[in-house]
């Protein structure tokens, strides 16, 4: 894995350019933490573990900002990473992504 520091973010590559399909998210096991990055109007990179019960919610669909975990359906916005339905003030980890040259990098 490929690491880079710089202005006090720590740059982690995570896939090649390219490799996630416009409108689909894919999971990445980023030092130990399951990532999920969606490709919808840029890429955007938040933990992928549902707060719910801890399936994974990067092969859920995408309808404007917003993905459905496909266990229970419940819903969060790609860009914040707040959920949008049931409880209040929960959120999931957000990171920023840069593409480089050589490929697709977040801030964790
Ligand atoms: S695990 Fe995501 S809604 Fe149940």
Redesign the pocket.
Known sequence: MMVHVENFMVWTKVAEKGSIQIGKGEEFDVNGKKIAIFNKDGLHALDAM??????S?ACGEIEGDIVE??????HYNIKTGDLQDYLKGIKQQTYKVEVKDDGIYIDI
Do not use: R
């Open positions: 549902c707060a719910h019960q801890n399936n919610i975990c496909p266990y229970h359906s419940w």
